[in-house]
């Protein structure tokens, strides 16, 4: 009777070995796909911008919009004149604040508003505004940012995107979002260096409209913790003429 009884006994645990192996089987993930490389997605972000060519075709740029923030009702006058190779100049009508003006003129850096004053811009938050005020900044990134790696696929606003960390050659890393799709530039983390100190800063980028052959953010949001604010631009012009002078510091007042 026990050698009758034991293949039946012995029957169970085949199933189960011989189950266990087709679950284990189904359970496996398809593999991820590889993630592109930095050249493949700054190549899609150019071309989603519009060409290297389009982009190259322009010498000035003068944007207006409005300035809102979070925290205060109403909105104020906002206007960013940038002229190549790199010059930005930016003033903001901040309600309940006043005027605040930014500038580099290729060189230098200054800002003036009500509060502190007029003061000159150095350190790594004049090298973050080199950066930006590069007017061909977005075929250069890799010139600007000399170690780029893509770190991963995150969601932003229910959209995929390629994850690069961008270090620069001074200042702690960026973090920039390209939309795997669109290939434009969703998002920009930072740590941003003030005359208070450090700052993590969030800005996305919004509503994307072609100007003169190039795609260009109307909307551009920053977060700072608590505090909140937002550009909206409903003008754009492009190949201007702008005084170099208004980029300049202004004499103390």
């Not at 011989?18 to 930095?38: C, E, H, I, K, N």
């Not at 925290?71 to 940038?82: K, L, S, T, Y």
């Not at 200054?110 to 150095?122: C, H, S, V, Y």
Request: some cysteine; glycine content about 8%; proline content about 6%.
């Amino acid at each position: 009777m026990r050698n009758i009884l034991r293949p039946k006994a012995l029957l169970p645990i085949c199933v189960i070995v011989l189950l266990a192996g087709f679950t284990a089987a189904g359970a496996q993930t398809a593999p991820q796909a590889a993630l592109p490389s930095v050249d493949q997605v700054l190549d899609k972000y150019v071309k989603a911008m519009g060409g290297q060519a389009a982009i190259e075709k322009l010498t000035s740029r003068v944007s207006k919009g409005t300035f809102e923030m979070d925290q205060v009702a109403g909105a104020g006058a906002e206007e960013i004149d940038a002229k190549a190779p790199n010059k930005q100049y930016m003033v903001t009508d901040a309600p309940n604040f006043g005027q605040v003006r930014r500038g580099f003129n290729g060189a230098a850096g200054w800002e003036d508003n009500p509060q502190m004053g007029l003061r000159d811009i150095t350190g790594p938050e004049l090298a973050t505004m080199k950066r930006d005020a590069d007017f061909y900044g977005a075929v250069k990134l890799k010139e600007h940012y000399p170690k780029m790696t893509v770190k991963g696929k995150e969601s932003v606003k229910g959209h995929d995107a390629y994850v690069i960390e961008a270090t620069p050659p001074d200042g702690a890393a960026d973090t920039m979002y390209f939309d795997a799709d669109s290939g434009l530039l969703v998002r920009l983390q930072r740590e941003a260096e003030g005359p208070n100190g450090k700052v993590t800063v969030d800005i996305t980028f919004d509503d994307y409209r072609e100007v003169d052959g190039i795609k260009l953010p109307y909307v551009t949001r920053f977060s700072m913790g608590e505090f909140a604010f937002t550009i909206k631009l409903n003008e754009v012009k492009h190949n201007v003429p702008i005084d170099d002078a208004k980029f300049d510091k202004p004499a103390s007042h």
